[in-house]
């Protein structure tokens, strides 16, 4: 079992920058694929980005590449979601999730392949 807790939210201007954390709790962090998503009211969540656990792929949406970066430091079983030039589409609640497949390019995107989640935390973006 594996639990995670995501801080870092807030509410921040457009242009802006934040630096979201996701903690999780067990000693085999570093095997589990993590991921980053989102979801805005009243629409569909939407994977932002994900890392593998060792081998250091990474992999980002469109409409985030170039500003967010994600990382991870596997001695301290964390993942960050750095996220920069903030725009007011940004606003949303975000999610880490692990995922004990490792997950590639195509299918790091599927949320339900992710096996724990965090409870999420609020990104506000003010034009």
């Known amino acids: 079992q594996v639990q995670l807790v995501e801080s870092g939210g807030g509410l921040v201007q457009a242009g802006g920058s934040l630096r979201l954390s996701c903690a999780a709790s067990?000693?085999?962090?570093?095997?589990?694929?993590m991921g980053w998503f989102r979801q805005a009211p009243g629409k569909e969540r939407e994977v932002v980005a994900g890392?593998?656990?060792?081998?250091?792929?990474?992999y980002y949406a469109d409409s985030v590449k170039g500003r967010f970066t994600i990382s991870r430091d596997n001695a301290k079983n964390t993942v960050y979601l750095q996220m920069n030039s903030l725009k007011p589409e940004d606003a949303a609640v975000y999610y880490c999730a692990a995922a004990r497949t490792a997950l590639n390019g195509l299918r790091y995107s599927e949320g339900a392949l992710y096996d724990y989640w965090g409870q999420g935390t609020q990104v506000t973006v003010t034009s």
């Open positions: 067990g000693s085999t962090f570093s095997s589990y694929f």
């Open positions: 890392i593998s656990g060792r081998s250091g792929r990474i």
